[in-house]
């Protein structure tokens, strides 16, 4: 229900927008987050936008350069990602989670209490 996109490789400094569209429900009451897992390492937070898109949240190691959003008409939500590092290398996934509460409460939330995932899409940054 949940399929990303626009992953690739890319050179570092160099931008990239992942996709994730999502079908089979309705998920306007909805928060959605995007997570990456580099090979070798744990699962991590990278962004969330709440139900209705009014605020956003970002792990550290983002901020500034990436942003995300989300489209309800179409659904889809997106990871704009600029000025990319070696280190942003790894699959990201967006997943849901069914809350009426701002991106800052959903950013701390575990990933195991989110309840759809996609199944992923790879991001290699060479450098």
């Known amino acids: 229900q949940l399929v990303e996109s626009g992953g690739g490789l890319v050179q570092a400094g160099t931008s990239l927008r992942l996709s994730c569209a999502a079908s089979?429900?309705?998920?306007?009451?909805?928060?959605m987050g995007w997570f990456r897992q580099a090979p070798g390492k744990d699962r991590e937070f990278v962004a969330a936008?709440?139900?209705?898109?009014?605020?956003?949240y970002y792990a550290d190691s983002v901020k500034g350069r990436f942003t995300i959003s989300r489209d309800d008409a179409k659904p889809t939500v997106y990871l704009q990602m600029n000025s990319l590092k070696s280190e942003d290398t790894a699959v990201y996934y967006c997943?849901?989670?069914?809350?009426?509460?701002?991106?800052?409460?959903?950013?701390?939330?575990?990933?195991?209490?989110?309840?759809?995932w996609g199944q992923g899409t790879q991001v290699t940054v060479s450098s």
């Open positions: 997943a849901a989670v069914r809350s009426l509460s701002t991106a800052q409460v959903v950013g701390r939330m575990p990933g195991s209490q989110y309840e759809y």
């Open positions: 936008v709440s139900w209705r898109g009014t605020s956003t």
């Open positions: 089979g429900r309705a998920f306007v009451d909805y928060a």
